[in-house]
T-cell receptor, first 117, second 112 residues
Framework: NAGVMQNPRHLVRRRGQEARLRCSPMKGHSHVYWYRQLPEEGLKFMVYLQKENIIDESGMPKERFSAEFPKEGPSILRIQQVVRGDSAAYFC???????????????FGPGTRLLVL | GEDVEQSLFLSVREGDSSVINCTYTDSSSTYLYWYKQEPGAGLQLLTYIFSNMDMKQDQRLTVLLNKKDKHLSLRIADTQTGDSAIYFCAETRDTGRRALTFGSGTRLQVQP
């Protein structure tokens, strides 16, 4: 049973370009979370999604950032017109459906390390 | 607001016990977690505890929860060099909002 998968593992972008980060949850998991980790800091929640729904986006910057989790395919975190301050590690986590066994646990992917030049 | 705090650094000798501490402010925290992060890697869930428990043991790991003082600790028995990593404390509430709130992490260094 594969764990949470993220790609790419490393991404380099120039200021003003777009970054697309992908996350495939664990098999059987229907909830996806995105977190950002700045250097030497803990993880900060960004957004929580179920299939085709954004449940909580209270941690998302108001501009340039968007997330989706379509019916088919991975969840995508999209950052438009990247700036140097967007350089960070972006982690995706997944959890089972509400009411399912282990619903209180989140399992993390290896992260995508974004570097903006 | 929600806040989770940890000390930044802990150094122990191989074979000793390590105790990593965490305090939180949200009295409605329901689940409290310990994650381990090795350099350049993702977060590995080590263990977690429900707020109506005060202790949980899993092999070399012991979690203690003092709900009155909002204090959580992780004890690693017989610490090995492979335990060197950053340890994150996190909490969540059993409501519709399932986001984890993390501390800034404690870097554990194990000296041979």
């Amino acid at each position: 049973n594969a764990g949470v998968m993220q790609n790419p593992r490393h991404l380099v972008r120039r200021r003003g370009q777009e970054a697309r980060l992908r996350c495939s949850p664990m098999k059987g998991h229907s909830h996806v979370y995105w977190y950002r980790q700045l250097p030497e800091e803990g993880l900060k929640f960004m957004v929580y999604l179920q299939k085709e729904n954004i449940i909580d986006e209270s941690g998302m910057p108001k501009e340039r950032f968007s997330a989706e989790f379509p019916k088919e395919g991975p969840s995508i975190l999209r950052i438009q017109q990247v700036v140097r301050g967007d350089s960070a590690a972006y982690f995706c986590a997944s959890s089972p459906p509400v009411g399912g066994k282990g619903q209180e646990t989140q399992y993390f992917g290896p992260g995508t390390r974004l570097l903006v030049l | 607001g929600e806040d989770v705090e940890q000390s930044l650094f802990l150094s122990v000798r191989e074979g000793d016990s390590s105790v990593i501490n965490c305090t939180y402010t949200d009295s409605s925290s329901t689940y409290l977690y310990w994650y381990k992060q090795e350099p350049g890697a993702g977060l590995q869930l080590l263990t977690y505890i429900f707020s109506n428990m005060d202790m949980k043991q899993d092999q070399r790991l012991t979690v203690l929860l003092n709900k009155k003082d909002k204090h959580l600790s992780l004890r690693i028995a017989d610490t090995q060099t492979g335990d060197s990593a950053i340890y994150f404390c996190a909490e969540t509430r059993d409501t519709g909002r399932r986001a984890l709130t993390f501390g800034s992490g404690t870097r554990l260094q194990v000296q041979p």
